[in-house]
Protein backbone atom coordinates (compact mmCIF):
# COMPACT_ATOMS: atom_id res chain seq x y z
CA UNK A 1 0.00 0.00 0.00
CA UNK A 2 1.72 2.99 -0.91
CA UNK A 3 1.12 6.37 0.84
CA UNK A 4 0.60 9.51 -1.39
CA UNK A 5 2.36 13.25 -0.25
CA UNK A 6 1.12 15.85 -1.90
CA UNK A 7 3.57 18.93 -2.16
CA UNK A 8 3.35 22.46 -3.31
CA UNK A 9 6.72 23.73 -4.67
CA UNK A 10 7.71 27.68 -5.35
CA UNK A 11 11.14 27.50 -7.04
CA UNK A 12 12.50 31.12 -6.04
CA UNK A 13 15.67 32.69 -7.87
CA UNK A 14 16.20 33.62 -3.85
CA UNK A 15 14.32 31.23 -1.91
CA UNK A 16 12.89 27.93 -2.64
CA UNK A 17 9.68 26.99 -0.68
CA UNK A 18 7.23 23.58 -0.11
CA UNK A 19 4.43 23.27 1.63
CA UNK A 20 3.51 19.07 2.06
CA UNK A 21 0.34 17.31 3.44
CA UNK A 22 2.29 15.60 6.08
CA UNK A 23 2.85 18.86 7.62
CA UNK A 24 6.39 19.86 6.38
CA UNK A 25 6.22 23.32 5.55
CA UNK A 26 9.86 25.06 4.97
CA UNK A 27 12.44 27.07 2.86
CA UNK A 28 16.00 26.88 1.66
CA UNK A 29 17.96 29.64 -0.18
CA UNK A 30 18.04 28.78 -4.14
CA UNK A 31 21.61 28.12 -3.61
CA UNK A 32 23.67 25.10 -4.27
CA UNK A 33 27.30 25.02 -3.61
CA UNK A 34 29.72 22.21 -4.49
CA UNK A 35 33.05 21.59 -2.09
CA UNK A 36 36.21 23.22 -4.28
CA UNK A 37 38.96 20.81 -3.18
CA UNK A 38 39.54 17.67 -1.25
CA UNK A 39 39.68 19.43 2.17
CA UNK A 40 36.64 21.02 1.66
CA UNK A 41 35.02 17.77 0.57
CA UNK A 42 36.29 16.29 3.64
CA UNK A 43 35.58 19.34 6.15
CA UNK A 44 31.32 19.25 4.69
CA UNK A 45 31.63 15.42 4.58
CA UNK A 46 29.32 15.34 1.26
CA UNK A 47 29.20 16.73 -2.04
CA UNK A 48 26.97 19.05 -2.23
CA UNK A 49 26.09 22.02 0.56
CA UNK A 50 22.67 23.74 0.02
CA UNK A 51 21.01 26.88 1.27
CA UNK A 52 22.29 28.71 3.63
CA UNK A 53 24.84 26.76 4.92
CA UNK A 54 25.98 27.18 0.92
CA UNK A 55 26.06 30.90 1.34
CA UNK A 56 27.83 31.06 5.12
CA UNK A 57 30.95 28.73 3.42
CA UNK A 58 30.90 29.84 0.13
CA UNK A 59 34.60 30.30 -0.19
CA UNK A 60 35.19 27.22 0.28
CA UNK A 61 32.37 26.35 -2.07
CA UNK A 62 31.63 26.84 -5.71
CA UNK A 63 28.71 28.33 -5.66
CA UNK A 64 25.64 28.38 -8.09
CA UNK A 65 22.40 29.58 -8.10
CA UNK A 66 20.25 27.94 -10.86
CA UNK A 67 17.54 30.23 -11.23
CA UNK A 68 17.56 33.92 -12.32
CA UNK A 69 14.86 36.13 -13.17
CA UNK A 70 12.64 33.56 -11.57
CA UNK A 71 13.36 31.26 -14.24
CA UNK A 72 15.71 28.27 -14.89
CA UNK A 73 19.05 30.13 -15.82
CA UNK A 74 19.40 29.71 -19.61
CA UNK A 75 19.75 31.87 -21.83
CA UNK A 76 16.95 31.71 -25.04
CA UNK A 77 19.18 30.33 -27.56
CA UNK A 78 21.20 28.11 -25.13
CA UNK A 79 22.27 24.56 -26.66
CA UNK A 80 20.54 21.81 -24.66
CA UNK A 81 23.80 20.27 -24.92
CA UNK A 82 25.85 22.96 -23.49
CA UNK A 83 27.57 22.62 -19.89
CA UNK A 84 25.51 25.83 -18.84
CA UNK A 85 22.48 24.19 -19.32
CA UNK A 86 23.61 20.73 -18.15
CA UNK A 87 24.89 22.84 -15.05
CA UNK A 88 21.32 24.40 -14.78
CA UNK A 89 19.67 20.93 -14.80
CA UNK A 90 21.89 19.79 -12.17
CA UNK A 91 21.79 22.23 -9.79
CA UNK A 92 17.70 22.90 -9.66
CA UNK A 93 17.44 18.97 -10.01
CA UNK A 94 19.98 18.66 -6.88
CA UNK A 95 18.02 21.77 -5.08
CA UNK A 96 14.83 19.79 -5.59
CA UNK A 97 15.86 16.43 -4.55
CA UNK A 98 17.34 18.68 -1.09
CA UNK A 99 13.46 19.97 -0.88
CA UNK A 100 12.25 16.56 -0.93
CA UNK A 101 14.81 15.38 1.56
CA UNK A 102 13.50 17.77 4.13
CA UNK A 103 9.87 16.59 3.15
CA UNK A 104 10.60 12.91 3.68
CA UNK A 105 12.66 13.43 6.67
CA UNK A 106 9.96 13.02 9.30
CA UNK A 107 8.54 10.00 7.22
CA UNK A 108 8.54 6.70 8.81
CA UNK A 109 7.27 5.07 5.92
CA UNK A 110 10.09 3.74 3.35
CA UNK A 111 10.62 6.13 0.08
CA UNK A 112 9.52 3.15 -1.96
CA UNK A 113 6.28 2.86 -0.61
CA UNK A 114 5.54 6.43 -1.21
CA UNK A 115 4.26 8.47 -3.66
CA UNK A 116 5.33 11.54 -4.22
CA UNK A 117 2.76 14.31 -6.15
CA UNK A 118 3.73 17.93 -6.70
CA UNK A 119 2.48 20.88 -8.14
CA UNK A 120 5.07 23.36 -9.26
CA UNK A 121 4.63 27.78 -9.64
CA UNK A 122 6.50 28.71 -12.48
CA UNK A 123 7.09 32.87 -13.31
CA UNK A 124 3.59 34.05 -15.03
CA UNK A 125 5.24 34.57 -17.94
CA UNK A 126 8.09 31.96 -17.95
CA UNK A 127 8.81 30.77 -21.62
CA UNK A 128 7.47 27.42 -22.83
CA UNK A 129 11.34 25.65 -22.88
CA UNK A 130 11.75 26.79 -19.53
CA UNK A 131 8.43 25.51 -18.01
CA UNK A 132 9.43 22.13 -19.47
CA UNK A 133 12.70 22.22 -18.55
CA UNK A 134 11.18 22.42 -15.32
CA UNK A 135 8.90 20.20 -15.79
CA UNK A 136 12.10 17.67 -16.53
CA UNK A 137 13.47 18.52 -13.69
CA UNK A 138 10.63 17.59 -11.47
CA UNK A 139 9.87 14.55 -13.32
CA UNK A 140 13.02 12.67 -12.36
CA UNK A 141 12.39 13.49 -8.59
CA UNK A 142 8.35 13.41 -8.35
CA UNK A 143 6.62 10.43 -9.72
CA UNK A 144 3.62 12.97 -10.50
CA UNK A 145 4.13 16.55 -11.17
CA UNK A 146 2.47 19.46 -12.91
CA UNK A 147 3.37 23.24 -13.47
CA UNK A 148 1.22 26.16 -13.26
CA UNK A 149 1.73 29.87 -13.22
CA UNK A 150 2.93 31.25 -9.81
CA UNK A 151 0.52 33.99 -9.68
CA UNK A 152 -2.20 31.56 -10.51
CA UNK A 153 -1.08 29.33 -7.76
CA UNK A 154 -1.52 32.16 -4.78
CA UNK A 155 -5.07 33.25 -6.11
CA UNK A 156 -6.16 29.16 -5.82
CA UNK A 157 -4.51 29.32 -2.21
CA UNK A 158 -6.96 32.41 -1.54
CA UNK A 159 -9.83 30.97 -2.95
CA UNK A 160 -9.99 34.30 -4.99
CA UNK A 161 -10.66 32.57 -8.34
CA UNK A 162 -12.25 35.80 -9.62
CA UNK A 163 -12.17 39.91 -9.29
CA UNK A 164 -8.62 39.58 -7.36
CA UNK A 165 -5.35 40.86 -8.74
CA UNK A 166 -2.56 39.20 -7.48
CA UNK A 167 1.02 40.96 -6.85
CA UNK A 168 3.81 38.42 -6.17
CA UNK A 169 6.95 40.45 -5.06
CA UNK A 170 9.68 37.81 -5.44
CA UNK A 171 13.86 38.45 -5.94
CA UNK A 172 13.77 37.87 -9.64
CA UNK A 173 10.22 38.99 -10.87
CA UNK A 174 7.13 40.42 -10.04
CA UNK A 175 3.96 38.60 -11.55
CA UNK A 176 0.97 40.24 -12.03
CA UNK A 177 -2.32 38.75 -12.79
CA UNK A 178 -5.85 39.54 -12.29
CA UNK A 179 -8.51 36.70 -12.11
CA UNK A 180 -11.78 36.20 -13.33
CA UNK A 181 -12.78 33.08 -13.15
CA UNK A 182 -11.36 31.19 -15.29
CA UNK A 183 -6.92 30.12 -16.16
CA UNK A 184 -5.60 33.48 -16.49
CA UNK A 185 -4.20 34.04 -20.68
CA UNK A 186 -1.00 35.78 -21.38
CA UNK A 187 -2.87 39.10 -21.51
CA UNK A 188 -3.92 38.47 -18.00
CA UNK A 189 -0.45 38.75 -16.62
CA UNK A 190 2.19 41.07 -16.17
CA UNK A 191 5.99 39.93 -15.29
CA UNK A 192 8.29 42.68 -14.21
CA UNK A 193 11.99 41.98 -13.40
CA UNK A 194 12.89 45.22 -11.52
CA UNK A 195 12.26 42.95 -7.56
CA UNK A 196 14.04 41.73 -5.27
CA UNK A 197 17.57 41.90 -6.93
CA UNK A 198 16.92 45.16 -8.71
CA UNK A 199 16.56 46.62 -4.93
CA UNK A 200 19.96 44.71 -3.88
CA UNK A 201 21.58 46.29 -6.69
CA UNK A 202 20.07 49.85 -6.71
CA UNK A 203 20.88 49.37 -2.89
CA UNK A 204 24.55 48.34 -3.32
CA UNK A 205 24.89 51.18 -6.13
CA UNK A 206 23.94 53.92 -3.52
CA UNK A 207 26.16 52.88 -0.37
CA UNK A 208 29.02 52.56 -3.02
CA UNK A 209 28.71 56.08 -4.43
CA UNK A 210 27.58 57.42 -0.65
CA UNK A 211 30.18 55.60 1.35
CA UNK A 212 33.49 55.27 -1.14
CA UNK A 213 35.90 53.54 1.60
CA UNK A 214 33.18 50.99 2.68
CA UNK A 215 33.59 47.49 1.65
CA UNK A 216 30.89 44.92 1.08
CA UNK A 217 29.19 42.48 -1.01
CA UNK A 218 25.84 41.77 -2.57
CA UNK A 219 24.98 39.02 -0.06
CA UNK A 220 25.51 41.99 2.99
CA UNK A 221 23.16 44.41 1.51
CA UNK A 222 20.54 41.90 0.90
CA UNK A 223 20.60 41.04 5.01
CA UNK A 224 20.51 44.67 5.62
CA UNK A 225 17.64 44.65 3.12
CA UNK A 226 15.72 41.80 4.60
CA UNK A 227 16.18 42.65 8.28
CA UNK A 228 14.69 46.46 7.66
CA UNK A 229 13.07 46.87 3.78
CA UNK A 230 10.84 49.83 4.12
CA UNK A 231 9.81 52.99 1.81
CA UNK A 232 7.78 54.47 4.59
CA UNK A 233 8.95 58.35 5.87
CA UNK A 234 8.14 57.26 9.18
CA UNK A 235 10.11 55.30 11.42
CA UNK A 236 13.46 55.42 13.30
CA UNK A 237 16.75 55.64 11.01
CA UNK A 238 18.55 52.77 9.87
CA UNK A 239 22.52 52.18 10.94
CA UNK A 240 24.37 49.43 9.78
CA UNK A 241 28.14 48.06 10.85
CA UNK A 242 29.97 48.01 7.23
CA UNK A 243 33.74 47.43 7.20
CA UNK A 244 36.09 50.38 6.39
CA UNK A 245 39.72 49.25 5.95
CA UNK A 246 38.66 46.37 8.14
CA UNK A 247 37.45 48.22 10.83
CA UNK A 248 33.63 47.78 11.49
CA UNK A 249 31.83 51.87 11.15
CA UNK A 250 28.53 52.41 11.26
CA UNK A 251 26.74 54.10 8.58
CA UNK A 252 23.08 55.65 8.17
CA UNK A 253 21.39 53.54 5.15
CA UNK A 254 17.92 54.98 5.76
CA UNK A 255 17.82 57.33 2.36
CA UNK A 256 19.80 54.83 0.47
CA UNK A 257 17.44 51.63 1.25
CA UNK A 258 14.32 53.90 1.03
CA UNK A 259 14.89 54.16 -2.87
CA UNK A 260 16.04 50.91 -3.11
CA UNK A 261 12.90 49.79 -1.90
CA UNK A 262 10.97 52.43 -4.45
CA UNK A 263 12.59 51.64 -7.06
CA UNK A 264 10.63 48.62 -8.09
CA UNK A 265 7.36 50.69 -7.19
CA UNK A 266 6.68 52.67 -10.77
CA UNK A 267 6.60 49.40 -13.09
CA UNK A 268 4.84 47.84 -10.19
CA UNK A 269 1.80 49.78 -10.33
CA UNK A 270 1.99 50.96 -13.87
CA UNK A 271 1.26 46.91 -14.65
CA UNK A 272 -1.84 47.27 -11.72
CA UNK A 273 -3.07 50.14 -13.45
CA UNK A 274 -2.74 48.32 -17.07
CA UNK A 275 -4.76 45.06 -15.63
CA UNK A 276 -7.14 47.26 -14.26
CA UNK A 277 -7.62 49.38 -17.18
CA UNK A 278 -8.15 46.58 -19.57
CA UNK A 279 -10.30 44.91 -17.81
CA UNK A 280 -14.41 45.13 -18.33
CA UNK A 281 -15.37 48.43 -17.02
CA UNK A 282 -17.90 47.23 -15.15
CA UNK A 283 -16.09 44.87 -12.91
CA UNK A 284 -13.06 47.30 -13.04
CA UNK A 285 -14.28 48.55 -8.89
CA UNK A 286 -13.84 44.43 -8.01
CA UNK A 287 -10.82 44.40 -9.13
CA UNK A 288 -9.43 47.84 -7.64
CA UNK A 289 -10.73 46.13 -4.29
CA UNK A 290 -9.07 42.88 -4.00
CA UNK A 291 -4.95 43.83 -4.43
CA UNK A 292 -3.27 41.45 -3.01
CA UNK A 293 0.47 41.33 -1.90
CA UNK A 294 2.45 37.97 -1.81
CA UNK A 295 5.65 37.31 -1.70
CA UNK A 296 9.10 38.17 0.22
CA UNK A 297 8.70 41.61 -1.41
CA UNK A 298 5.33 42.34 0.08
CA UNK A 299 7.59 42.54 3.76
CA UNK A 300 8.32 45.88 2.35
CA UNK A 301 7.19 48.70 5.00
CA UNK A 302 5.54 51.31 3.69
CA UNK A 303 4.72 49.16 0.21
CA UNK A 304 1.33 48.75 0.79
CA UNK A 305 0.01 52.46 1.14
CA UNK A 306 2.63 53.00 -1.49
CA UNK A 307 0.93 51.43 -4.21
CA UNK A 308 -2.58 52.82 -2.81
CA UNK A 309 -2.00 56.11 -2.84
CA UNK A 310 -1.08 55.45 -5.97
CA UNK A 311 -4.14 53.68 -7.22
CA UNK A 312 -6.18 56.62 -5.22
CA UNK A 313 -4.08 59.06 -7.55
CA UNK A 314 -4.75 57.31 -10.81
CA UNK A 315 -7.46 54.85 -10.67
CA UNK A 316 -9.67 56.70 -8.41
CA UNK A 317 -9.70 54.16 -5.60
CA UNK A 318 -7.59 51.19 -4.76
CA UNK A 319 -7.72 48.72 -1.60
CA UNK A 320 -4.47 46.24 -1.00
CA UNK A 321 -4.40 43.70 1.03
CA UNK A 322 -1.13 41.95 2.16
CA UNK A 323 -2.05 37.66 2.30
CA UNK A 324 -0.97 36.06 5.73
CA UNK A 325 2.10 34.20 5.06
CA UNK A 326 3.67 35.95 2.11
CA UNK A 327 6.59 33.28 1.63
CA UNK A 328 4.64 30.81 1.84
CA UNK A 329 1.53 31.79 -0.24
CA UNK A 330 3.11 30.31 -3.66
CA UNK A 331 3.67 26.90 -2.15
CA UNK A 332 0.23 26.50 -0.11
CA UNK A 333 -1.15 27.34 -3.22
CA UNK A 334 0.04 24.93 -5.39
CA UNK A 335 -0.48 22.51 -1.99
CA UNK A 336 -4.10 22.73 -2.29
CA UNK A 337 -4.05 22.55 -6.12
CA UNK A 338 -2.22 19.38 -6.23
CA UNK A 339 -4.91 18.15 -2.94
CA UNK A 340 -7.96 18.99 -5.38
CA UNK A 341 -6.94 17.47 -8.69
CA UNK A 342 -8.35 14.26 -9.09
CA UNK A 343 -7.04 10.73 -9.06
CA UNK A 344 -7.48 10.18 -13.05
CA UNK A 345 -6.53 13.62 -13.95
CA UNK A 346 -2.81 12.76 -12.52
CA UNK A 347 -3.39 9.79 -14.48
CA UNK A 348 -4.24 11.33 -17.55
CA UNK A 349 -0.81 13.95 -17.50
CA UNK A 350 1.52 10.93 -16.62
CA UNK A 351 -0.12 8.37 -19.51
CA UNK A 352 -0.61 11.21 -22.35
CA UNK A 353 2.18 13.14 -21.14
CA UNK A 354 4.66 10.41 -21.20
CA UNK A 355 3.39 8.15 -23.81
CA UNK A 356 2.99 10.90 -26.48
CA UNK A 357 6.20 13.10 -25.99
CA UNK B 1 2.51 39.09 14.92
CA UNK B 2 0.61 37.34 17.43
CA UNK B 3 -2.40 36.91 15.42
CA UNK B 4 -0.44 35.11 13.52
CA UNK B 5 0.76 33.29 15.69
CA UNK B 6 -2.42 32.44 17.01
CA UNK B 7 -3.52 31.65 13.09
CA UNK B 8 -1.09 29.40 12.96
CA UNK B 9 -1.22 27.51 16.17
CA UNK B 10 -5.19 26.90 15.33
CA UNK B 11 -4.62 25.92 11.59
CA UNK B 12 -2.04 22.86 13.40
CA UNK B 13 -4.94 21.86 15.90
CA UNK B 14 -7.16 21.56 12.96
CA UNK B 15 -4.53 20.00 11.18
CA UNK B 16 -3.75 17.35 13.43
CA UNK B 17 -7.37 16.96 14.97
CA UNK B 18 -8.21 16.16 10.91
CA UNK B 19 -5.07 14.32 10.45
CA UNK B 20 -6.10 11.96 14.24
CA UNK B 21 -9.62 11.51 12.42
CA UNK B 22 -8.17 10.00 9.17
CA UNK B 23 -5.77 7.81 10.42
CA UNK B 24 -8.60 6.26 12.30
CA UNK B 25 -10.62 5.63 9.35
CA UNK B 26 -7.52 4.78 7.52
CA UNK B 27 -7.31 1.88 10.17
CA UNK B 28 -10.53 0.97 10.45
CA UNK B 29 -10.72 0.62 6.54
CA UNK B 30 -7.66 -1.38 6.37
CA UNK B 31 -9.42 -4.00 9.24
CA UNK B 32 -12.10 -4.03 7.20
CA UNK B 33 -10.36 -5.35 3.98
CA UNK B 34 -7.97 -7.56 5.87
CA UNK B 35 -11.18 -9.28 7.26
CA UNK B 36 -12.55 -9.32 3.94
CA UNK B 37 -9.60 -11.04 2.84
CA UNK B 38 -9.94 -13.76 5.74
CA UNK B 39 -13.43 -14.35 5.48
CA UNK B 40 -12.97 -14.95 1.59
CA UNK B 41 -10.79 -17.20 2.28
CA UNK B 42 -13.06 -19.39 4.41
CA UNK B 43 -15.62 -18.76 2.42
CA UNK B 44 -14.19 -20.78 -0.46
CA UNK B 45 -13.93 -23.78 1.75
CA UNK B 46 -18.03 -23.79 2.18
CA UNK B 47 -18.20 -24.93 -1.28
CA UNK B 48 -21.13 -25.55 -2.97
CA UNK B 49 -23.88 -24.19 -1.21
CA UNK B 50 -22.05 -20.87 -0.86
CA UNK B 51 -21.72 -20.73 -4.63
CA UNK B 52 -25.33 -20.38 -4.58
CA UNK B 53 -26.06 -17.98 -1.98
CA UNK B 54 -23.11 -15.69 -2.84
CA UNK B 55 -23.93 -14.08 -6.12
CA UNK B 56 -27.32 -12.05 -3.68
CA UNK B 57 -25.10 -10.69 -1.20
CA UNK B 58 -26.90 -8.99 1.53
CA UNK B 59 -31.01 -9.54 2.29
CA UNK B 60 -31.55 -11.33 -0.57
CA UNK B 61 -28.42 -14.00 1.07
CA UNK B 62 -29.87 -13.91 4.14
CA UNK B 63 -33.56 -14.84 3.48
CA UNK B 64 -32.06 -17.42 0.79
CA UNK B 65 -29.52 -18.63 4.06
CA UNK B 66 -32.49 -18.79 6.49
CA UNK B 67 -34.93 -20.76 3.82
CA UNK B 68 -32.60 -23.44 3.19
CA UNK B 69 -31.58 -23.58 7.05
CA UNK B 70 -35.35 -24.08 7.70
CA UNK B 71 -35.63 -26.60 4.88
CA UNK B 72 -32.94 -28.48 6.29
CA UNK B 73 -34.11 -28.83 9.38
CA UNK B 74 -37.52 -29.96 8.55
CA UNK B 75 -35.47 -32.35 6.75
CA UNK B 76 -33.13 -33.34 9.13
CA UNK B 77 -36.51 -34.04 11.98
CA UNK B 78 -37.74 -36.52 9.21
CA UNK B 79 -34.67 -38.18 9.00
CA UNK B 80 -33.74 -38.11 12.43
CA UNK B 81 -36.80 -40.54 12.97
CA UNK B 82 -35.21 -43.79 11.12
CA UNK B 83 -32.05 -42.30 9.53
CA UNK B 84 -28.94 -44.08 10.64
CA UNK B 85 -26.34 -41.72 13.21
CA UNK B 86 -23.96 -40.84 9.95
CA UNK B 87 -26.86 -39.39 8.03
CA UNK B 88 -27.73 -36.95 10.85
CA UNK B 89 -24.32 -35.94 11.37
CA UNK B 90 -23.96 -35.24 7.81
CA UNK B 91 -27.39 -33.17 8.43
CA UNK B 92 -25.75 -31.33 11.48
CA UNK B 93 -22.51 -30.60 9.68
CA UNK B 94 -24.60 -29.16 6.62
CA UNK B 95 -26.54 -27.16 9.31
CA UNK B 96 -23.63 -26.04 10.87
CA UNK B 97 -22.17 -24.74 7.72
CA UNK B 98 -26.00 -22.73 6.94
CA UNK B 99 -24.96 -21.10 9.87
CA UNK B 100 -21.45 -19.57 9.03
CA UNK B 101 -23.33 -19.16 5.61
CA UNK B 102 -25.80 -16.95 7.26
CA UNK B 103 -23.26 -15.23 9.57
CA UNK B 104 -20.60 -14.46 6.35
CA UNK B 105 -23.38 -12.95 4.95
CA UNK B 106 -24.42 -10.69 7.48
CA UNK B 107 -20.70 -9.45 7.97
CA UNK B 108 -20.63 -8.99 4.15
CA UNK B 109 -23.47 -6.91 4.36
CA UNK B 110 -22.46 -5.02 7.27
CA UNK B 111 -18.86 -4.69 5.59
CA UNK B 112 -20.24 -3.36 2.36
CA UNK B 113 -22.48 -0.73 4.77
CA UNK B 114 -18.96 0.44 6.57
CA UNK B 115 -17.08 0.57 3.53
CA UNK B 116 -19.82 2.83 1.82
CA UNK B 117 -19.67 5.06 4.71
CA UNK B 118 -16.11 5.26 4.91
CA UNK B 119 -15.97 6.70 1.51
CA UNK B 120 -18.75 8.90 1.67
CA UNK B 121 -16.28 10.11 4.64
CA UNK B 122 -13.27 10.51 2.62
CA UNK B 123 -11.07 7.50 2.35
CA UNK B 124 -10.43 5.82 -0.83
CA UNK B 125 -8.29 3.29 -2.57
CA UNK B 126 -5.65 4.19 -4.71
CA UNK B 127 -4.90 2.61 -8.27
CA UNK B 128 -1.27 2.21 -6.42
CA UNK B 129 -3.28 -0.01 -4.11
CA UNK B 130 -2.63 2.45 -1.24
CA UNK B 131 -5.31 4.89 0.66
CA UNK B 132 -5.89 8.15 0.06
CA UNK B 133 -8.08 10.82 1.87
CA UNK B 134 -9.91 11.74 -1.13
CA UNK B 135 -10.30 15.50 -1.58
CA UNK B 136 -13.65 17.65 -0.76
CA UNK B 137 -16.05 17.47 -3.62
CA UNK B 138 -15.11 19.73 -6.25
CA UNK B 139 -17.80 22.00 -8.47
CA UNK B 140 -17.90 21.52 -11.86
CA UNK B 141 -16.26 25.04 -12.51
CA UNK B 142 -13.66 23.80 -10.14
CA UNK B 143 -13.06 20.61 -12.40
CA UNK B 144 -12.94 22.37 -15.29
CA UNK B 145 -10.30 24.61 -14.29
CA UNK B 146 -8.68 21.42 -13.08
CA UNK B 147 -8.54 19.80 -16.68
CA UNK B 148 -7.33 22.99 -18.06
CA UNK B 149 -4.79 22.83 -16.28
CA UNK B 150 -3.90 19.29 -16.99
CA UNK B 151 -4.19 19.75 -20.50
CA UNK B 152 -1.68 22.51 -20.45
CA UNK B 153 0.58 20.25 -18.61
CA UNK B 154 -0.24 17.97 -21.28
CA UNK B 155 0.56 20.47 -24.47
CA UNK B 156 3.70 21.45 -22.26
CA UNK B 157 4.75 17.89 -21.98
CA UNK B 158 4.43 17.00 -25.58
CA UNK B 159 5.85 20.33 -26.65
CA UNK B 160 9.77 19.86 -28.20
CA UNK B 161 10.51 22.99 -25.66
Not at chain 1, 173 to 191: F, K, N, S, W, Y
Not at chain 1, 276 to 293: G, H, R, S, Y
Not at chain 1, 321 to 333: D, I, R, S, Y
Request: charged share 30%.
Amino acid sequence: MKKVINIGIDLGTSRSVVAADNGVRTHLASVVGYPKDAISKKMFGRRIVFGEEALKNRMALEIFRPFENGMLKMSKNMDEKSNEYAKAMETAKELLKRLIELVLDEEQVERKDIVLRGVLGAPALASRKNKKALLDVGKDVLEDIMIVSEPFAVAYGLKMFSEALIVDIGAGTVDLCRMHGTMPADEDQITTTKAGDYIDQVFCDLLSKKYKEATFTVNMVRRIKEENSTISKHGDSIFVELPVKGKPEKHDVTEELRTACRAIVPDMVEGIRQLIATFDPEFQNDLKNNVMLAGGGSQIVGLKKEIEDYMNATLGYGRVTKVEEPLFAGANGALLLCKDMPEEYWHQVKSKGVKEA
Amino acid sequence: MEKNADAMVMESVTVLDEMLGYSQASLEYSGLVLFSYLKRGGMTVIDPLEKMASPVVGKVGTIVGRTFQGVLSGIKKIFSLGASTKTAEQLDAIDRRLTEIEAALTAFDNFEKRLAYLEKHGIIATREGGLQVKGKKLTEDRLMLLQTIVKENIDLMKSEG
